[in-house]
């Protein structure tokens, strides 16, 4: 029974850190700390070569609203009609594969 809620106890902890996207996923111990979240900018689209990008050019989290940091080859990834979401950490392709429709992408 002790270890059964200390199991619940660790797995609630990653879900309420959130995503953290300063560190890649490889070097990550779970899904990192609180990162710096916020509402998504408008400059967020779909680049030439398909994946979701900000302003700046860098892969961009729609699910955390945050750029990705790094190699963006290390991180999870997923495809919906043609546009290639990269994520900032393990969290968040589930999330974005329970509601695709909320976090979609136009192509221009």
Do not use: W
């Not at 990653?14 to 953290?20: H, L, R, T, Y």
């Not at 111990?29 to 990008?53: E, F, L, N, Q």
């Not at 961009?60 to 290390?74: A, N, T």
Request: hydrophobic fraction near 40%.
């Amino acid at each position: 029974m002790k270890r059964g809620l200390l199991l619940v106890a660790a797995i609630a902890a990653i879900f309420v850190a959130g995503c953290d996207s300063s560190t890649p996923p490889s070097e990550k111990g779970g899904a990192g700390g609180a990162g710096g979240r916020s509402a998504a900018p408008t400059d967020i689209k779909v680049a030439s070569d398909g994946v979701v990008r900000d302003a700046a050019g860098k892969a961009y989290c729609v699910v955390m609203h945050q750029p990705v940091v790094g190699d963006e080859k290390e991180y999870p990834f997923a495809e919906k009609d043609g546009v290639k979401y990269i994520f900032c950490c393990q969290s968040c392709p589930g999330m974005f594969k329970k509601d695709p429709s909320k976090y979609a992408i136009a192509k221009n």
